[in-house]
């Protein structure tokens, strides 16, 4: 079993910045592709960015440029640095990893087989 915790969530200003953590359980963190997905309220759960273990990296168009993905295998952690927000990206984004060990970048929620609790972002106008 992995455990996903994601932290660094909250209320920002457009054209602010938040940086998104997820500590991950177990000693495979290093093998798995991790992703960041997000939902808004009355919308479908969409792909934001992976990462795999030797850091491909893969982004939405919409947030390409503004938002990276990073990881430190050392501390079992996945980090989404996120700048020049816009309200847009009001969300719940959720951390997610690949547990069949894949070497892409994947996009495709069905790809992914552990999910965390997700943490709340909010952008105001």
């Known amino acids: 079993q992995v455990q996903l915790v994601e932290s660094g969530g909250g209320l920002v200003q457009a054209g602010g910045s938040l940086r998104l953590s997820c500590a991950a359980s177990?000693?495979?963190?290093?093998?798995?592709?991790m992703g960041w997905f997000r939902q808004a309220p009355g919308r479908e759960r969409e792909f934001v960015a992976s990462?795999?273990?030797?850091?491909?990296?893969s982004y939405a168009d919409s947030i390409k440029g503004r938002f990276t993905i990073s990881r430190d295998n050392a501390k079992n952690t996945v980090y989404l640095q996120m700048n020049s927000l816009k309200p847009e990206n009001t969300a719940v984004y959720y951390c997610?990893?690949?547990?069949?060990?894949?070497?892409?970048?994947?996009?495709?929620?069905?790809?992914?087989?552990?999910w965390g609790q997700g943490t709340q972002v909010t952008v105001s106008s």
């Open positions: 177990g000693r495979d963190f290093s093998y798995y592709t």
């Open positions: 990462i795999t273990r030797r850091s491909g990296t």
């Open positions: 997610a990893a690949d547990g069949a060990l894949s070497t892409i970048a994947s996009r495709k929620i069905s790809d992914y087989d552990y």
